[in-house]
């Protein structure tokens, strides 16, 4: 009787220092092999899994310990997939939390107004930590696997900053890119003037995109977009330099010679009438609306002043003008 109290009091003792060793490390700052670790969670790793990869990316402590520390904190089914970084101070418990809340740590990667696809792409095999699973596709192929087979890239990847898990796939972000495009065009065709000549979305955000390319100052976009409406309602070449521009492709040089403007081609909007065959740019919000719903004015032409904005004229005798004015004022 004696050795059976003997032997249970040495179990709860050693119960309750297992306790407090227990304790003290989920309270206790991880070690670190340097000053932080990284580890990216795929959906579907296993507690036992996502403990070893810890351990591998620097927590200087056993595999096992965190394991069962996920397993005894009734937690470890709630742990979200995603890219997780820690620093000095982090203890089991806070590991464990961060996780579980889903803190990710988050890149970024952004799309500017005004860029073609070729930039996008650039600019995405250039991002932090995105995994590049299109750098073996063609533009057509990019856009199978977005599910818009048959669609011109150009103008379809709504311009702004998104965030990703690193590790991430550089098509998880384009789509995203273009599910807000979808829906930033589908809402500003809504709002279209009753009496616009375009026939389509699509067709909106053509010409939305040499908006964005033409403006050079916001308080002349609406009224940049009426001019070519007035143009696109009588037939008028659109004549606008970015389509050409566009045109030429990786073999612009930055000097637009007037052999290129005498050149037909789908984009050449001199030799042309109608809007270009496809966007040639991203545009932003306020260029798909200023696409729409354009300022209504006489203007049939303008030209840069020189300081961003614009010039407008009704008659071609007075654009002559404007032209011989403010390329002169500009000329060495």
Do not use: C
Not at 14 to 42: D, F
Not at 152 to 166: Q, V
Request: cysteine-free; proline content about 6%; charged content about 25%.
């Amino acid at each position: 009787m004696r050795f059976g109290r003997f032997f249970l009091l040495v179990a709860l003792a050693a119960t309750v220092a297992a306790v407090s060793l227990a304790a003290a490390w989920l309270t206790r700052p991880l070690m670190l092999a340097g000053e932080t670790a990284e580890i990216s969670i795929e959906p579907g790793r296993t507690p036992r899994e996502i403990a070893d990869a810890w351990v591998r990316a620097g927590v200087q402590t056993s595999p096992l310990f965190l394991y069962e520390w996920f397993r005894w904190s009734g937690r470890a089914r709630q742990i979200r997939a995603g890219s997780y970084e820690i620093g000095a101070g982090t203890t089991p418990i806070r590991l464990l939390d961060k996780m579980v809340r889903g803190d990710e740590t988050l890149a970024a990667v952004r799309f500017n107004e005004g860029w073609t696809f070729r930039q996008i792409r650039a600019e995405l095999a250039r991002a932090e930590s995105l995994k590049p699973s299109i750098a073996a596709l063609s533009d057509a192929d990019v856009m199978t696997a977005l599910g818009a087979g048959g669609v011109s890239p150009e103008g379809r990847f709504h311009p702004d900053t998104y965030l990703y898990s690193k590790g991430s796939s550089d098509l998880a972000v384009l789509k995203r890119a273009y599910r807000a495009m979808e829906r930033r065009l589908a809402e500003a065709w809504q709002e279209r003037d009753p009496a616009t000549p375009l026939h389509s979305a699509d067709e909106a955000l053509a010409l939305a995109s040499i908006v964005e390319k033409e403006t050079g100052t916001a308080a002349d976009r609406g009224r940049v977009a009426g001019v070519f409406v007035n143009r696109l309602r009588l037939g008028m070449p659109l004549q606008t330099d970015p389509t050409v521009i566009f045109g030429l492709g990786t073999s612009f040089d930055g000097n637009l010679r007037k052999r290129d403007l005498l050149a037909d081609g789908p984009y050449n909007s001199y030799t042309r009438t109608g809007l270009p065959p496809t966007p040639i740019a991203v545009p932003g919000k306020a260029s798909l609306l200023a696409a729409v719903r354009p300022e209504a004015t006489k203007a049939l032409y303008f030209v840069a002043r020189g300081d961003g904005s614009s010039e407008f004229s009704e008659t071609l005798a007075d654009h002559n003008r404007a032209v011989n004015r403010f390329q002169r004022r500009s000329a060495p």
